[in-house]
Every structure is written in structure tokens, then in C-alpha cells.
């Protein structure tokens, strides 16, 4: 036994030492979990926040977007980042907590596709600003063009986790409505993997936003419009019983409403009548009529595990808000005009964990890069593009999966394939599994991973339709050389045999091999376009599903 003398430490000494961590105090020391590890990567962060939390403001108030982008180098490492939407505006007494203060936000509670998720992206900026320049953020609010503009300069206060206002004040102009915010930073610019293509991907993924850019060097770049409309907008939706753990239900048990257990199940979930909460009591062992508050430990773990045993309808898939194959289609042409050759695929939602979910793939090939080169992939997450963690995303590890050598381009070993081309994986959830608060990548979830390899497959199968293609051509161009060339040898010798005139013959000849070089392109077409016309003739998805997975089945 150790004796009590000889301990160094007591517990009453331990206990004096403990303190509470405020959210803010914990990320200010961990600021590289919100994705601000380096200056480049801070500086995107700054703007990605500002400008995603423009867009999802825009498109849930039904206004176009017109989101302004302003980085001005202030100093050798100093930046002033300025971003300006003209969405719905923020009411006055709601500023300085979105701004101010950490986890707090309109998103995380609801279940409906959007860009922000977790209530931390805007004020995480503001904190990362005060700890490297102690400069406060500069925040212009109207909601009206009737009403004034509301203008804050504030700080967090750590400790406290609570907003610290240096200035307040109303002014009559400044801003037509919309909210815009002047944010100093430490950070670095980079021309590639930062700012500007980040701008320029999100103009792909939001084909009906119109981004002006002003960088820090100077250049404007204006991303227009390709679409005047905007997305239908996403409905919100209830927790599905698929995806529930114990805790939440023990939560929502505690705190409901209703008055029996069968009411509770039928108003609580999503994809659950009348008939499915009897099943669900029936398989638990439990009165439908037994109130919801008096089920004990055990009781809700039978009712959980009958939750997962009854076969329940998958979730509604109105809560998502894909690009669509036609706008994503036009967004690539007019973001890579000079491309050969660009086609979109859209699967059907899935679900994981009771979460639908919808994943659309784009290749673009040809004058887009290096053919030496690994293709590049364009990994987007509700609209909003992801540029940093590749290698953790589930977006590369299904690109990584697919055996490209079957549709046409060199693949090394467990790498992307080598070719002039982008691959673009566009994720719609209600909810997106990131591995970290920064948001940088979708966790590998076999699900996820799984539909995004069949997207990516049924993409790579439309680009190596085109590559054979391709390839006929060229050999069929290098065909009609040859018999060219020697057209004229041949006229020459069947002119003395048959005393006819040289050049009538080598018309003739020419005439016979482009003839015949007609009704070869005839034939190909036919056998190539008869079977392409009639997979895409079916218009049930299921139809065509069963199809593809059987040859999804002889690729594995
Ligand atoms: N430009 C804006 N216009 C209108 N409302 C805004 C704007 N910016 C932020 N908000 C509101 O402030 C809330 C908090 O924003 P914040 O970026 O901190 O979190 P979020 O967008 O909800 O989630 P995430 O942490 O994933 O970004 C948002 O949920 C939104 O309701
Ligand atoms: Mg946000």
C-alpha cells in the first residue's frame, strides 16, 4: 500500500486546479481544428465562411445572389478581407452573437441542405482575426432598403464566450441590403489551391450566383451567371428512426409533446404513419399508448432496436438541393469553354444513417491539363468546394477505386488516373459527415463511398465512349491517308493497262474510298448508338440501375 505521506499531489489539490474551458478559449489554442493551421489556408477560411454564409442567406430568402469579394494586402503578412451579399440581412440584436460568439447559428438544429451546418464558420473568422492582428471585425446589417443600416465593431470575449462591442451605430447608408463584413487577418495569398479557385469552383457549383472578385493583386474577376433561377428550395425534414442513437432518443423523449408513444413516433420521425409506430410497439413489446416520458433505460432500447428492425419507408428526398445534370453540365462549359468533351451524371438519393443524400459526377477532358499529369478532382460538399484534406476524403478514395485502364486512361497503382481531365464530385446532404469542424472532407462512410464510385463509373463509362470514338476517327483518318497516297500510283499504272485517263481515275478512286469510308461511319455508328439510345430510352431509373449494376458487377 502506498503510504498517504509519500503522495506528492492530493485530490484536494487536483480539485483546485480545475477549471471550466469556454468553446472559445478551447479553439483559440486549437485553431487549426477550424482549418486555420496556416496563414494561405487562413486566408481562404476568411473568405469561404464570409461567402458561404452570403449564399445560404441568399438562396433561403429566394433573392439571386450577388456576393462581392474584396482581399486587400494591408502589410507583408496583413490582409482586409471585405465580402458583401445582398440576402435578407441580419436584424439588429442577432449581429453580435452570429459574430461574436461561438456554436451559435440557425443551421445545426434543422435537417435541410445547406452550406453551413455547425454555427461556428463566421465567428471562428472573427476570432482567428483578433488573435493574430487584435484588430476588431467591422459588421454592415440592413434588411430593408426603408430601414437603417446597423453597423458593429466587435470582438469574442473568450472567457466568456460572449460578443465584446466596441462600436454600434446606425447609419442611413452604406449598404443596399444584405450584410457585409471587414475582417483583418494574418495570412499569405497564393494564386492556386486558395482564394481563386476556390471563387471559381464555387461559381461551378452555384451556377446561378454572380461573384465579383477583387484580389489582392489587383485583378477583377467578375463570375457571372449561367442560371436567372434559383434551386427549388430544400425541405426541412425530420430525423429518420434509421439514423437515431440511444441518446437522442432518450433527448427527444424526454421533451416531446406528445402524448402516447405511438403519436410520439409518427410526429417525431420522418417516413413514419400510423401503421409503422403499431409495428414499432408491437416488435419493442410496448403499449402504444404508454407515455412517451415513462419508458425506463431498457424501455427505449427496445424501442431503438425495433426502430431499426421494421422495414420503414427511406426518408423524403425533397430536404436536397442538387446542381442538376443540366445546370452542372452548361456551368463546366462555361467555366472550361476550350474542354473537348464534358459530360454529368446524377444518381438517385441514397441514404446513410437515415441521412439522404445525392451524388452528382462531371468529367471534363481534354485542354484542361497535363496528359502526364493525375486528373484533378473538383471535391464539392452542398455547393460549397473543398480544397484542402484529399487525401481523407471520401471523394478521392472513390476516384482511387474506380480501374480507370477500362475506360481509357493510364491509372499507377492505387493512384488517380493519369490525363488531361477533372473529375467533379458534387455530395447533397442534410447533413454532410466532415472529419473535423473545418469542413475540409467527407468521411469515408462505405455508403458514401460506394454511390460515389458507382457516379464516378457511370461518368468514366460516357468518356471512354467518347475515347473509342476518338480513337476510330484518328484511325480511320490515318486509313484514308494511305489509300490516298497511293491513288496516284495506282492511277498511273491502271492508266497504261486500260489506256483510260490518269486523273479520271484517281477521281474515281478517291470517290470509291470516301464512299466507302461513309458507309464504314454508318456501320460504326450504328453498332456503337443503337444500345447507348436504348439504355438512356429507359426512363425508370430503377430500370436503368439494375442495368448498370450488372455491369458495375463484371467491372468488379
Ligand atoms: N450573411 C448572412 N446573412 C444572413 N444571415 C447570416 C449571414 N451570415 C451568418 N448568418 C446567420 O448566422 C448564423 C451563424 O453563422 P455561422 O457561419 O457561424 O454558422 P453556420 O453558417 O450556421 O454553420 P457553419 O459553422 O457550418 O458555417 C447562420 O446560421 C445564419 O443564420
Ligand atoms: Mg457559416
Known amino acids: 500500500m502506498t503510504d498517504v505521506k509519500t503522495i506528492k499531489k492530493t485530490a484536494e489539490e487536483f480539485a483546485k486546479e480545475q477549471k471550466e474551458i469556454s468553446i472559445s478559449e478551447f479553439f483559440e489554442k486549437n485553431k487549426h481544428l477550424l482549418g486555420f493551421d496556416n496563414p494561405t489556408k487562413a486566408l481562404l477560411m476568411t473568405v469561404k465562411e464570409a461567402v458561404d454564409n452570403g449564399l445560404d442567406a441568399c438562396e433561403e430568402a429566394g433573392v439571386l445572389p450577388d456576393v462581392n469579394v474584396k482581399i486587400k494586402q494591408t502589410g507583408e503578412d496583413r490582409f482586409r478581407v471585405i465580402v458583401q451579399d445582398n440576402g435578407p440581412g441580419i436584424v439588429k440584436e442577432q449581429i453580435p452573437k452570429i459574430f461574436g460568439k461561438l456554436l451559435y447559428g440557425s443551421k445545426f438544429h434543422r435537417l435541410r441542405q445547406s452550406r453551413g451546418q455547425q454555427g461556428i464558420g463566421i465567428s471562428a473568422v472573427v476570432l482567428y482575426s483578433q488573435l493574430t492582428t487584435g484588430l476588431p471585425t467591422k459588421v454592415w446589417s440592413r434588411t430593408d432598403e426603408k430601414k437603417k443600416v446597423h453597423y458593429y465593431e466587435l470582438f469574442i470575449n473568450t472567457t466568456k464566450n460572449e460578443p465584446e462591442i466596441v462600436k454600434e451605430q446606425t447609419m442611413d447608408d452604406g449598404l443596399e441590403r444584405g450584410v457585409k463584413v471587414e475582417i483583418d487577418v494574418v495570412g499569405r495569398y497564393r494564386k492556386t489551391q486558395s482564394v481563386d479557385d476556390y471563387l471559381k469552383q464555387t461559381s461551378v457549383a452555384n451556377p446561378f450566383a454572380r461573384i465579383t472578385y477583387n484580389a489582392p493583386d489587383g485583378t477583377k474577376i467578375i463570375f457571372p451567371r449561367s442560371f436567372d433561377k434559383l434551386p427549388k428550395p430544400p425541405k426541412e425534414m425530420k430525423m429518420h428512426p434509421y439514423g437515431v442513437e440511444f441518446g437522442i432518443l432518450q433527448r427527444v423523449l424526454g421533451k416531446t409533446n406528445s402524448k402516447t408513444l405511438q403519436s410520439?413516433?409518427?410526429?417525431?420521425?420522418?417516413?413514419?404513419?400510423?401503421?409503422?409506430?403499431?409495428?414499432?410497439?408491437?416488435?419493442?413489446?410496448?403499449?402504444?399508448?404508454?407515455?412517451?416520458?415513462?419508458?425506463?433505460?431498457?424501455?427505449?432500447?427496445?424501442?431503438?432496436?425495433?426502430?431499426?428492425?421494421?422495414?420503414i419507408q427511406r426518408p423524403p428526398l425533397d430536404c436536397l438541393s442538387p446542381i442538376g445534370k443540366e445546370e452542372l453540365e452548361k456551368s463546366l462549359k462555361k467555366e472550361y469553354p476550350q474542354a473537348e468533351f464534358i459530360t454529368v451524371v446524377e444518381r438517385e438519393p441514397e441514404v446513410y444513417r437515415g441521412m439522404?443524400?445525392?451524388?452528382?459526377?462531371?468529367?471534363?477532358?481534354?485542354?484542361?491539363?497535363?496528359?502526364?499529369?493525375?486528373?484533378?478532382?473538383?471535391?464539392?460538399?452542398?455547393?460549397?468546394?473543398?480544397?484542402?484534406?484529399?487525401?481523407?476524403?471520401?471523394?478521392i478514395e472513390s476516384a482511387k477505386d474506380v480501374d480507370w485502364k477500362r475506360y481509357g486512361l493510364q491509372q499507377p497503382k492505387n493512384s488517380l488516373p493519369i490525363g488531361s481531365a477533372i473529375l467533379v464530385i458534387h455530395m447533397s446532404s442534410v447533413w454532410v459527415p466532415f472529419v473535423s469542424e473545418s469542413k475540409e472532407a467527407i468521411a469515408p462512410y462505405p455508403e458514401i463511398v460506394k454511390e460515389m464510385k458507382l457516379a464516378v463509373q457511370d461518368a468514366a463509362r460516357e468518356l471512354s465512349?467518347?475515347?473509342?470514338?476518338?480513337?476510330?476517327?484518328?484511325?480511320?483518318?490515318?486509313?484514308?491517308?494511305?489509300?490516298?497516297?497511293?491513288?496516284?500510283?495506282v492511277a498511273a499504272s491502271l492508266s497504261v493497262l486500260t489506256g483510260e485517263e490518269e486523273n479520271i481515275i484517281e477521281k474515281k478512286l478517291l470517290s470509291i474510298i470516301e464512299n466507302r469510308n461513309k458507309m464504314k461511319n454508318f456501320e460504326e455508328q450504328e453498332t456503337v448508338t443503337i444500345p447507348v439510345a436504348e439504355a438512356n430510352s429507359k426512363t425508370n431509373p430503377k430500370e436503368r440501375r439494375k442495368e448498370k449494376s450488372l455491369e458495375e458487377f463484371r467491372e468488379e
Do not use: H, W
Open 356 to 395: 439522404p443524400f445525392q451524388i452528382e459526377v462531371g468529367v471534363v477532358y481534354g485542354n484542361v491539363g497535363s496528359n502526364e499529369e493525375p486528373i484533378d478532382v473538383l471535391r464539392i460538399a452542398n455547393r460549397v468546394p473543398l480544397l484542402y484534406q484529399a487525401g481523407a476524403c471520401s471523394t
Open 465 to 489: 465512349r467518347y475515347l473509342s470514338g476518338k480513337r476510330r476517327a484518328g484511325e480511320q483518318k490515318r486509313r484514308i491517308q494511305i489509300f490516298e497516297r497511293y491513288a496516284k500510283e
Open 264 to 311: 410520439f413516433l409518427v410526429n417525431e420521425f420522418s417516413s413514419v404513419g400510423a401503421q409503422t409506430a403499431k409495428e414499432i410497439c408491437k416488435v419493442a413489446k410496448l403499449d402504444p399508448n404508454a407515455k412517451p416520458t415513462s419508458l425506463d433505460r431498457a424501455g427505449i432500447e427496445k424501442l431503438l432496436n425495433a426502430m431499426q428492425k421494421v422495414k
